[in-house]
């Protein structure tokens, strides 16, 4: 069974930094490609990164590029995403998923991913 489990998320100033952790259980992590989403307060949830299977292709929404940056650690079955600059607009619920598709590339839809973490709390302040 597939279990994703996001820490990291915290109260920061704008301007500040947050890495968010997704640790995965399960078999195969190092062959799925994994994305990152968030939902803010009374707004639908929203694509932030992906990350395809081998760690070697990443995309980012027009919001978080330059400041964002998602990586992986296969052999510590985690995915990572480590947020700078941040602003009072990137407070949400942050979630990471991972696709169900082996050796995919990156993927910016929600049904592109069949498994789901419980996510993590980011909040910034002005």
């Known amino acids: 069974q597939v279990q994703l489990v996001e820490s990291g998320g915290g109260l920061v100033q704008a301007g500040g930094s947050l890495r968010l952790s997704c640790a995965f259980s399960?078999?195969?992590?190092?062959?799925?490609?994994l994305g990152w989403f968030r939902q803010a307060p009374g707004k639908e949830r929203e694509f932030v990164a992906a990350?395809?299977?081998?760690?070697?292709?990443?995309d980012y929404a027009d919001s978080v590029k330059g400041r964002f940056t998602c990586s992986r650690d296969n052999p510590k079955s985690t995915v990572y995403l480590q947020m700078n600059s941040l602003k009072p607009e990137d407070t949400a619920v942050h979630y990471c998923?991972?696709?169900?598709?082996?050796?995919?590339?990156?993927?910016?839809?929600?049904?592109?991913?069949?498994?789901w973490g419980q996510g993590t709390q980011v909040t910034v302040s002005s």
């Open positions: 399960g078999r195969a992590f190092g062959i799925y490609a």
């Open positions: 998923a991972k696709s169900p598709t082996a050796f995919g590339s990156t993927y910016m839809r929600e049904h592109d991913y069949g498994a």
């Open positions: 990350i395809n299977w081998s760690g070697s292709v990443t």
